[in-house]
Nanobody
Framework: VQLQASGGGLVQVGGSLRLSCVVS????????LGWFRRSPGKEREFVAA????????TYEDSVKGRFTISRDNAKNTVYLHMNSLKPEDTAVYYC???????????????WGQGTQVTVSS
């Protein structure tokens, strides 16, 4: 299973970005999917997750109301829509896939390579 994240870039405070992650190999519709991020000098942290069906989602508190995770099983793609971006959102963002079909913040089996998001003030 391979994950390829894209969509990162430089954006001003208050701006928006949409990250995409294409998953190849395996059965996409059977995976729970998540987004994580790592800021300079910090540990990797959970951002958002979605169940295999897309019916359940969960978010880290600081992104609730600003970020939305979604998936398109026909395109083998998971998205992270980010609005009202803040400087503290600056990080490398990683997508991940889990055999756990329900929404989960841990226990991911496969990881993408990361895409850089930089929010300038």
């Amino acid at each position: 299973v391979q994950l390829q994240a894209s969509g990162g870039g430089l954006v001003q405070v208050g701006g928006s970005l949409r990250l995409s992650c294409v998953v190849s190999g395996g059965t996409f519709s059977s995976y729970a999917l998540g987004w994580f991020r790592r800021s300079p000098g910090k540990e990797r942290e959970f951002v958002a997750a979605i169940s295999w069906s897309g019916g359940s989602t969960t978010y880290e508190d600081s992104v609730k109301g600003r970020f939305t995770i979604s998936r398109d099983n026909a395109k083998n793609t998971v998205y992270l829509h980010m609005n009202s971006l803040k400087p503290e959102d600056t990080a490398v963002y990683y997508c991940a896939a889990s055999y756990r079909t329900g929404v989960t913040t841990t226990g991911y089996d496969y990881w993408g390579q990361g895409t850089q998001v930089t929010v300038s003030s």
